[in-house]
């Protein structure tokens, strides 16, 4: 559990490293979701488009939000927003980075957190706020 006075402005939470994400992975996640876009499933619709197989932009957010919730305590986490700013590939290994971006009198810690590839390009930003508690 992380406490309040143990973290500062521009503190870095441990990096949470995903395994590449596989195929098989998204043929459940849009068994879980019910999302069965077939871009994400069906490689000839993705290549008449123009593109390749994408995973669930949802299923990074997850990963991201996991990021998170290793990091503080679910019941503290008092709000996530996120952007979506490029496409996940299967194959890719994506990791989770965050740091402490302000810390409030009130014990209300505002973080950043990104879900990126080794290659370093950002998948998922976002901004979260946790109340953390004290020792």
Do not use: C
Not at 47 to 58: D, F, P, R, V
Request: charged share 25%; net charge neutral.
């Amino acid at each position: 559990m992380i406490f309040y006075e143990d973290v500062s402005e521009g503190y870095e939470f441990p990096i949470l490293e995903k395994e590449p994400i596989t195929r098989v992975q998204l043929v459940r996640f849009a068994g879980a979701s019910g999302d069965f876009h077939p871009l994400h499933l069906v490689e000839e619709f993705a290549e008449k488009a123009g593109m390749k197989i994408i995973a669930h932009g949802m299923l990074v957010m997850g990963m991201l939000s996991q990021g998170v919730t290793s990091w503080v305590t679910r019941k503290n986490v008092q709000k996530i927003q996120v952007r979506f700013s490029k496409m996940t590939l299967p194959g890719e290994s994506i990791q989770i980075v965050g740091k402490v971006l302000e810390k409030k009198p009130d014990n209300t810690v505002v973080g950043e957190v990104l879900a990126k590839n080794k290659e370093g390009e950002v998948k998922v930003s976002g901004i979260f706020e946790a109340k953390l508690p004290s020792r």
